[in-house]
């Protein structure tokens, strides 16, 4: 179902049984393309909520939904079984796996890597910008790699070029400022490890197998 009231540009493919709510604007061309000169794609089964803006250039899989507001920018690539919370931004140049949850208002900017099953909770803030608004910010943005099966906790702020190890799970208003290992837990300002995720009071993994259980 495709709303009326929706405005899809030229050049957007959509996949079968999808719903389009209303005031959803899909292919805006981003500055410095015309319209239809990038082709956007979204998978089957989509759901696009109200008032969510999909620029142009976006390569979108299989059951991806939005929160009302969300907005998008151009030229990502994001896979299967997606979604993306009620007024969260991705920026552009984005790559984000599958089985992906971004929850509200969080902030996602340019050249961050979100791979497969990783969470990020709401008001979660990553940056790229070491010294924003400097003369060369923009030519030296550095994006932070979130491995699989991460878990980022509500309010964190993770800063530029961080990679957070495989099923890391970083405690709600940390501020993390170094690499974390797999299979860590850790809290504070600035994060600090305080123990395995073997540690926790629920079974979180199969650490041999590296799987996600009972989450």
Request: glycine share 10%; hydrophobic share 40%.
């Amino acid at each position: 179902m495709i709303s009326k009231r929706a405005v899809i540009y030229p050049n957007v493919r959509l996949g079968k049984n999808c719903t389009i709510e209303d005031f959803v604007i899909i292919g805006v061309p981003p500055r410095g393309f015309k319209k239809g000169e990038l082709e956007t794609v979204i998978g089957d089964n989509a759901i696009i909520r109200s008032h969510t803006v999909i620029y142009a250039g976006n390569k979108i899989g299989n059951y991806f939904q939005t929160g009302n507001k969300a907005n998008v920018r151009e030229l990502n690539e994001i896979g299967d079984n997606v979604s993306i919370g009620t007024l969260s931004v991705v920026e552009h140049h984005v790559k984000i796996g599958k089985d992906v949850r971004i929850h509200t208002q969080a902030f996602i900017p340019e050249y961050t890597i979100l791979e497969d099953k990783c969470w990020v909770g709401p008001n979660v803030v990553i940056t790229n910008a070491k010294y924003p608004n400097s003369p060369n910010a923009k030519d030296e943005l550095k994006g932070v790699h979130i491995k699989k099966g991460a878990i980022i906790g509500a309010n964190s702020t993770i800063v530029p070029g961080i990679v957070v190890g495989e099923n890391v799970l970083i405690g709600a208003g940390s501020v993390v400022t170094k690499n974390i290992p797999p299979n860590m837990v850790v809290i504070g300002n600035p994060a600090r490890v305080i123990k395995n995720i073997s540690e926790l009071p629920y079974h979180i993994i199969d650490l041999k197998n590296q799987t996600r259980q009972g989450c």
